[in-house]
Nanobody, 115 residues
Framework: VQLQASGGGLVQAGGSLRLSCAAS????????MGWYRQAPGQQRDFVAG???????NYADSVKGRFTLSRDNAKNTVYLQMNKLKPEETGVYYC??????????WGQGTLVTVSS
């Protein structure tokens, strides 16, 4: 399984970005997909996820500002990030868990939020 993440970049605080993650596997074989953030020197933290049934969940810190959606035809998930904060700077990784409970990670996309 390969994951292609894109959409990162430099944005001012309060701005928006949309991340995309395209999977080489059919969504029908996916148990869940999600996004994680890793700041420099920090652990990788959960940001948002979507289940096989389309149920989304978010880290408390991003609720109301981030929206995760999925395009089944394109095997792609999107993370719309609004009102970004400087502390949300980091590398964002896409993760897929297949129906066989194997996990795969994308290469990451860098998001820099300037103050």
């Amino acid at each position: 399984v390969q994951l292609q993440a894109s959409g990162g970049g430099l944005v001012q605080a309060g701005g928006s970005l949309r991340l995309s993650c395209a999977a080489s596997i059919s969504i029908s074989l996916v148990n869940s997909m999600g996004w994680y953030r890793q700041a420099p020197g920090q652990q990788r933290d959960f940001v948002a996820g979507i289940s096989r049934d389309g149920v989304t969940n978010y880290a408390d810190s991003v609720k109301g500002r981030f929206t995760l959606s999925r395009d089944n035809a394109k095997n792609t998930v999107y993370l719309q990030m609004n009102k970004l904060k400087p502390e949300e700077t980091g590398v964002y990784y896409c993760e897929v868990r297949t129906i066989w409970l194997s996990d795969f990670w994308g290469q990451g996309t860098l998001v820099t939020v300037s103050s």
